[in-house]
């Protein structure tokens, strides 16, 4: 037991990845098996989540050295309360993903549970890694996922958007790479925790480099995360992806948000002397025009899924908005808003997803009066649930987090701004909501024909529901433990020595 | 050799870029090739550029980068290679089915629309 306990921390990188190769060959075979194996790896990862949170929650950073290479030669995992609330937040999101396609398994096809499993492997890594290079590799690893789920069952419209989409990327992983390099080229490092130390020992003719790095970096994390000039591809992308897919997609954009979050915080954070937070009120602008934009969006978007996609955006820069703030406060109220904020964008696909296939694919889902889709009530109640959900109306999780992000940033200079920013995008939000929402359910006369709500989709949007709902109903321990980890961020001393005097693991 | 190589990768980088911006698939996927190439060296290079230097420790020898070539970015630049390498192939056969799918290399699938010959001023 104390073998597993040591190695608890690789385990939810491990246990997908195993599984995963195992479902390669089992999938096309056994389809309804390999969901059912699927369903269970996810459970125990879920659980890795957990068991980790129980360590961690105190404040400890836990290391790992992958093949007992002590740092900066090896790489090392490190799990602080960032990195569990990132794996949390992603394994309840797979199990609803899983949950979903469960409807359809030969819809989704033999292969979408290794698939699935291989997305969650790159998704973990690149949270638990503490080596910039191993994150570039499990960003490889998550993206090369994405495609394939993306095209999996791809008609004409996806095979657009996934060109597109690939592109984009493999374009930002050549600026990771240039950035990667670059440090190395000054720095010696690419252990996080070491390059955190040696950043303010920088020589000055090496500093503008390592700007450069640090701002090539954001950009990388940037596309990722669907920041303003760079996140253009997202709102064509997201809706041309099956629901389930998209579900997972919800979290796809945080990838890029913890990066930044992570990376200004430790390796430019406060203690980088010179450099110390260079990019900040580069955030802070770079999210408010990021939610303007993403609001227009949401306003003149044309079918549910495409409006969801462009509230993801505004999403996106929220959470820039509050992390580009600078205090710890904020940073915390940042990562409460961020499961929010993934959880009922997860939903709201899937909602959209169900109306599509309910209205028929001449109507589908778009915000034009015709078929109201059969089962109008449930879907409809469905749709409103998660509509007050995202657009931050008490009394459901969107308010919790919103009024938690606004009352961080009241003691922060650039307050005034930041809220009218905020206020008015919810507004815009709600009437876009409300708009859509009357126009497809209320004002469509009822389908003749009733096609059923399936089962998976239902048992995912109660996970999500109900997770959504716990972060209301145990808002405060929840809010306690955002801010601690917001502390953790600003003072990345304990991260860094944790890192570098991790020492090797002893058979007992 | 600093100017040489340095500007090697300045080219590639620019015709790189260049060819990113073209509106057909097939050169988008040159483009991100010579792009990765830029890269790979550059990486490679980051290690400083060495003559007569093996990574490996000998025997006799001090251990250190006066003596000895960086191994590191070596290992690095083999998975970058791989990386890319694989990410080419699977863009060359997503390429490759949205032309036959669409009948147009066009990246966006569909043949833009030709801009009006313009009239002579009358």
Request: aromatic share 8%; glycine share 10%; with cysteine.
């Amino acid at each position: 037991m104390s073998l597993l306990a040591a190695q608890l921390p690789v385990l939810p990188i491990a246990i997908p990845l195993m599984v995963g190769s195992l479902l390669i060959i089992a999938g096309r075979r056994w389809p309804a098996g390999a969901a059912a194996a699927g369903l269970l790896a996810l459970l125990a990862n879920l659980g890795c989540a957990v068991a980790l949170w129980r360590v961690t929650a105190d404040g400890t950073v836990l290391p790992y050295l992958l093949g007992n290479w002590s740092a900066p030669f090896g790489i090392v995992l490190a799990i602080d309360r960032l990195a569990v609330l990132m794996l949390g937040v992603t394994a309840v999101v797979a199990l609803a993903c899983q949950l979903a396609a469960l409807d359809g398994p030969l819809r989704q096809g033999p292969g979408f549970p290794a698939l699935l499993q291989f997305q969650l492997m790159g998704l973990n890594g690149a949270f638990l890694t503490s080596d910039l290079f191993n994150l570039f590799v499990f960003f490889e690893v998550l993206l090369i996922s994405s495609y394939a789920l993306l095209l999996h069952r791809a008609d004409r419209g996806a095979l657009r958007a996934g060109l597109h989409y690939v592109i984009v990327n493999l374009l930002g992983s050549a600026l990771f790479l240039i950035a990667v390099s670059l440090l190395y080229g000054t720095l010696g490092t690419l252990n996080m925790a070491d390059l955190a130390a040696r950043v303010p020992l920088a020589s000055a003719a090496d500093q503008p480099l390592v700007a450069a790095a640090g701002a090539l970096l954001l950009v990388v994390f940037g596309i990722k995360a669907a920041a303003l000039p760079l996140g253009l591809w997202l709102p064509g992308t997201y809706p041309a992806a099956p629901a389930p897919v998209a579900v997972l997609f919800a979290v796809m954009t945080k990838v890029g948000i913890y990066a930044i979050a992570r990376v200004s915080t430790l390796i430019y954070g406060a203690g980088a002397g010179a450099l110390a937070g260079f990019a900040s009120p580069l955030l802070l602008y770079t999210g408010l025009a990021t939610i303007i934009a993403g609001t227009l969006g949401t306003l003149a978007a044309r079918s549910l899924r495409r409006l969801t996609a462009w509230l993801v955006v505004a999403s996106a820069g929220t959470l820039l908005a509050a992390l580009g703030s600078g205090t710890a406060a904020s940073a915390g109220a940042a990562l409460l808003y961020l499961p929010h904020t993934t959880f009922a964008a997860a939903a709201l696909f899937l909602v959209a997803g169900t109306v599509a296939v309910a209205r028929g694919p001449d109507l589908e889902d778009r915000i034009e009066v015709g078929n109201a889709p059969g089962r109008g009530v449930l879907l409809g109640s469905l749709f409103l649930f998660t509509a007050v959900g995202i657009a931050g109306i008490p009394p459901l999780s969107g308010f919790v987090a919103k009024l938690m992000v606004l009352d961080a940033v009241s003691d922060t200079p650039r307050w005034p701004l930041t809220w009218s920013v905020l206020l008015a995008s919810s507004l815009a939000a709600v009437v876009a909501l409300s708009r859509a929402g009357s126009t497809i359910f209320w004002k469509s006369p009822p389908s003749p024909q009733r096609v059923p709500v399936g089962r998976g989709a239902l048992a995912a949007l109660a996970l999500l529901a109900a997770a959504g709902l716990a972060i209301v109903l145990w808002a405060g321990p929840l809010a306690g433990y955002m801010n601690a980890a917001g502390e953790q961020l600003a003072a990345p001393s304990a991260y860094i020595s944790a890192v570098l005097a991790a020492t090797g693991w002893v058979a007992p | 050799m600093e100017l040489l190589v340095s500007s090697a990768i300045g080219l590639l980088t620019a015709g790189g870029v260049f060819l990113l911006l073209r509106a057909r698939s097939f050169e988008v996927v040159l483009g991100l090739t010579l792009l990765s190439y830029a890269v790979n060296l550059f990486i490679f290079v980051m290690g400083r550029l060495a003559i007569d230097k093996v990574p490996l420790l000998r025997e006799g020898v001090a251990p250190s980068l006066a003596n000895h070539a960086d191994p590191l970015p070596q290992a690095l630049v083999l998975t970058a290679i791989v990386i890319s390498f694989a990410m080419t192939a699977v863009l060359l056969v997503l390429a490759l089915r949205s032309h036959a799918e669409y009948g147009s290399d066009h990246v966006d699938g569909a043949e833009p629309p030709a801009p009006e010959p313009r009239r002579r001023n009358p």
